[in-house]
Each structure stands twice: as C-alpha cells, then as structure tokens.
C-alpha cells in the first residue's frame, strides 16, 4: 500500500468566496524559516501561512481549504524529493510551488512536467530573489491594474504572429495593441503611447525602417524603443544603425521564451 500523501488535498465543500489566501511551507531550518516568513507576510499579509518542519507535520495540517503557494525545502525531505513532486503532481496538479535546495535541482525538473506554476531556487539566495518570485506567484498579471501594466504595440500583417504574441505577452503582464499595417502602427503609436514597439520590417504598406525613423523624428514618439522583427536579421544591420531608437532585431521564428527575453 501507498503510503498517504504528503500534502493536504482539497475537499468539494462549499467556500466563502472572499477566504484568505493559504500558503504551505515546509521547512526544518529555523533562521531561514524566519526569513520566510517575514518575506511572505510582506507579500501576502492577510494570507494564512501553514508551518512544517518535516514531512509527518505536512501531511497532519488540515485539508479542508485549497493552497495557492506551496514553499517546500527539498532538503527537509532527504531523499524523499521525488515523491514529494509526484505526491504534489497529483493531489495539486495546477499548484503554484517554490521548491528550494542546496544543490541544483535540473534533473528534479522533469518530474515537475505536467504541474502548475513550479519553480526551483537554490540555496542560498537573496532575500529579493524569494520576494519578487512569491510575488510573482500570488499576485498573477490579472491582479495589476492595467494602468500600471508596461504596453506593447506589436505591428505585422501576419495575423497568426499578432495573435501568438499578444497571448504570449499579456500572460507576462503586459498590455498589448497590435496593428496590421504600417499606417494602423503609427496611428496607434499617436493614441496608445506605447513603452516599446515590435515592429515588423517589411510590412506592404511602409517598409519597417522608414516607420521607424517617422517615429524618430516625432516628438512624441522619438523616445518610444522599437524592435525590429525579421527572419533577414543581417540586411538589417543597416536599418539599425541609421535609427537611434531601434534597440535590436528579433530574429523569426522565435520562441516565446526569446520572445519574453527581447
């Protein structure tokens, strides 16, 4: 027989909509469980944050509401760290984790495949790096206010790209606009005031580069970055040289991941 899980599963009963937030942390170092603490209540100070110290605490804690963060120490659970992955995988298969241990966790990684929201940080780390990640998690792009969101106005003809990219960023917290001609950009570019521009370089209406430097030579628009997109990266050398407020080229076909590093 399998022995039970190691993390309290959810029960179908009736909730309070407005519940506070849990977050369950397993941790058997005490000055660094102190520091965890503190961080999360900094975050999340209306959250209840339910305390283990090994794996018998965690499995006894009551399981009658969901958890939105899990902070598990790998190393308080010696060598039990895939199971505790794969406990977690199945009782909590959307969970929103931070997993911490001493040593690197990359072949950990695929028995997080299929999980929720999972990260892995090594000890030690600084505070900041524990901080901006529990916020991250408990605080979702859904939960900023738009206002205070960086805009992207993203302008290509191709409608399947506008349509990956403005997925792609608005799950990164992002505003997006998308424009399908040169034209539509620059009039977007007036209206919306967007913090940078990816912009396709040849477009049928406006070549890229003579978009960019109509934006350069506006006023309220020479500040605004641009990011040439293009799958001829080196004829567009050139182009960027002679407009000061092009930062690079994005090479095609990207990834979402060198997307979100652009």
Known sequence: MRPRGFFPVKKSIARNPKREERILVLESDELLLSSILSTLHEVAPEAVVDVARDLDEAHRIPSDEPVELFVLDLDAASDSEPDILRDLRASHPKARAIFLSTQRV?????????????????????????????????????????????????????????????????????????????????????????????????????????????????????????????????????????????????HKPFTSDSLLKA
């Open 106 to 250: 990359t072949s950990l990684s695929e028995e997080s495949e299929g999980m929720g929201d999972v990260h892995f940080l090594e000890k030690p780390f600084q505070d900041s790096d524990f901080r901006d990640l529990a916020q991250t998690l408990l605080r979702p792009g859904g939960d900023v206010p738009p206002a205070q969101r960086p805009r992207i106005l993203v302008i290509d003809d191709s409608l399947m790209l506008l349509g990956f990219v403005e997925e792609i960023l608005s799950e990164a917290n992002y505003q997006v606009v998308t424009a399908g001609t040169g034209q539509e950009g620059l009039q977007a570019t007036r209206q919306q005031k967007p913090d940078l521009i990816l912009l396709d370089y040849l477009l049928p209406d406006l070549p890229g580069d003579e978009l960019s430097q109509r934006l350069s030579e506006d006023e309220s628009t020479a500040h605004i970055p641009v990011l040439f997109m293009s799958g001829f990266g080196s004829d567009l050398e050139g182009a960027q040289a002679r407009s000061e407020n092009v930062l690079g080229i994005l």
